[in-house]
């Protein structure tokens, strides 16, 4: 049951707003190139390689440091007799790190879709949103059930 927990986890950040990263760029990239890209531009290729290369590793950095802080909760709980204080100690930089985290993937998303504001005009932008707002939501809902814990 621990394995199957852990492997949920595990799919549910880093890798699921990893996924939707690139299922938007792949959905969007026609819009995004015809918003964004102009050929020759000094410094055109920046954006989309911290959107597709820097952002995804930085997801990939935070993922064990909130691993870190969950097992540290879970060992602080069975080692000493947890107050309010401890709480809190262990729910401030998990916040923080969710509210970092969740903010570099809703960038790098809509970054990469070109038309943020036009779901209704194109249908891969709506697709996008979708994939976004599921795997935001499935981080915020874990990050939430870990400060419960």
């Known amino acids: 049951m621990e394995l199957r927990k852990n492997l949920i986890s595990c799919l549910v950040f880093p890798t699921a707003p990893v996924a939707v990263i690139y299922l938007t760029f792949a959905l969007c990239q026609e819009i995004w190139a015809d918003s964004f890209y102009t050929p020759g531009e000094d410094g055109g290729e920046v954006e989309p390689t911290l959107a597709l290369v820097i952002i995804p590793l930085l997801l990939l950095i935070v993922a064990p440091l909130l691993a870190g802080l969950t097992a540290l ?42 038309d943020v504001l036009g779901p209704f005009r194109h249908w891969q932008v709506a697709c996008a949103w979708v994939a976004c ?16 814990e």
């Open 73 to 114: 909760t879970r060992w602080g709980t069975r080692r000493f007799e947890p107050g309010a204080w401890w709480r809190w100690l262990m729910a401030i930089p998990r916040v923080i790190l969710a509210v970092v985290a969740l903010f570099l993937f809703v960038l790098s998303s809509g970054f990469l879709m070109g």
């Open 133 to 148: 707002a599921a795997s935001a939501g499935a981080f915020l809902f874990q990050q939430c059930s870990r400060l419960k």
